[in-house]
């Protein structure tokens, strides 16, 4: 199902799988691509970009290379969507069913819908510019526009987007059943706050979190399939992960599409990175 890529893992992951807590897999998958295609470009691009950075993370007192991490490679994609959806099931189940943590590279917001399948959480934490709260897009139920609207169909309990500013007026009215914290909400309560409050009501349960990476503002990161200005920026999102990656038990960042000059990456790949070490350090998993 999977290949091994040795010239592209992510830096500082070289555990086995067997061995590994943390476990990397990138989905190269964009067909249901709206505006600009490349998001399939993504996990190369997140994976040479982690070659930049020091394995010590200075905030969580984490060294990386110290973390049972191990990157397996990339999906082969099948071409229609709901078939990549299985795919990513398949794999995250193995994943989850091995005790390990799944640590997804997008591709396109679709493979989000497989991986969150594969764990059915409690709770489903999504960043993003838009709600993905479509029924369909351009004839499919599995595009990238309808992630949030398929997985509020699967009974998660509760599912809180954060920065979401574009979508349908149909899409604003069925996101008042979700609890929906907008980029202007983020903007006038400032980041902190609001995820105190989503902790809070997040309590006990399983959860599950998602980065779109087109939550942050397209003039600090550029390389996204669908940029909207007027969004996040990468410390509030990083803020995001500190504090609610200890309580996910599935992580993905996903929306790279490297057409800049590689700003986009390298936020990603500093996530995930973040995303690995705050687990780390605060996990209440065993
Ligand atoms: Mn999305
Ligand atoms: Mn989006």
Do not use: W
Not at 21 to 47: A, E, L
Not at 207 to 216: E, F, N, T
Not at 249 to 261: I, L, R
């Amino acid at each position: 199902m999977f290949y091994h890529l040795n010239h592209h893992q992510f830096a500082d992951f070289e555990t086995a799988y067997e061995d590994a807590r943390y476990v990397v897999f990138g989905v190269p998958y964009d067909s249901t691509v709206s505006f600009r295609p490349g998001t399939r470009f993504g996990p190369r691009s997140i994976r040479e970009m982690s070659y930049n950075f020091e394995s010590f993370e200075p905030h969580s007192g984490i060294d990386l290379a110290a973390v049972p991490c191990a990157d397996i490679g990339d999906v082969e994609p099948e071409l229609r969507p709901e078939a990549v959806v299985e795919q990513v099931l398949a794999l995250a189940s193995d994943i989850l069913g091995d005790g390990k943590v799944p640590v997804m590279l997008g591709g396109e917001h679709t493979v989000t819908i497989g991986a969150v399948r594969a764990l059915m959480p409690e709770c489903f934490v999504v960043c993003d510019a838009h709600l993905d709260l479509r029924d369909e897009l351009s004839g499919s139920p599995y595009s990238h526009g309808c992630v949030t609207r398929r997985l509020a169909e699967t009974g998660i309990e509760d599912i809180f987007i954060i920065g979401a500013r574009s979508g349908t007026r149909e899409q604003f009215v069925r996101g008042q059943d979700l609890r929906l914290y907008t980029a202007d909400d983020v903007r006038a309560r400032g980041i902190v706050p609001i995820l105190e409050e989503i902790r809070e009501a997040i309590g006990t349960r399983s959860m599950y979190l998602s980065i779109d990476a087109d939550v942050i503002d397209c003039c600090l990161t550029p390389g996204l399939g669908t940029p909207e200005p007027f969004g996040l920026n990468p410390l509030d999102v990083r803020e995001v992960v500190r504090t609610l990656g200890p309580l996910a038990s599935g992580f993905d960042y996903v929306e790279v599409c490297p057409v800049d000059a590689g700003q986009t990456a390298a936020v990603a790949a500093q996530m995930v990175r973040e995303f690995i070490a705050s687990h780390r350090a605060k996990s209440r998993l065993p």
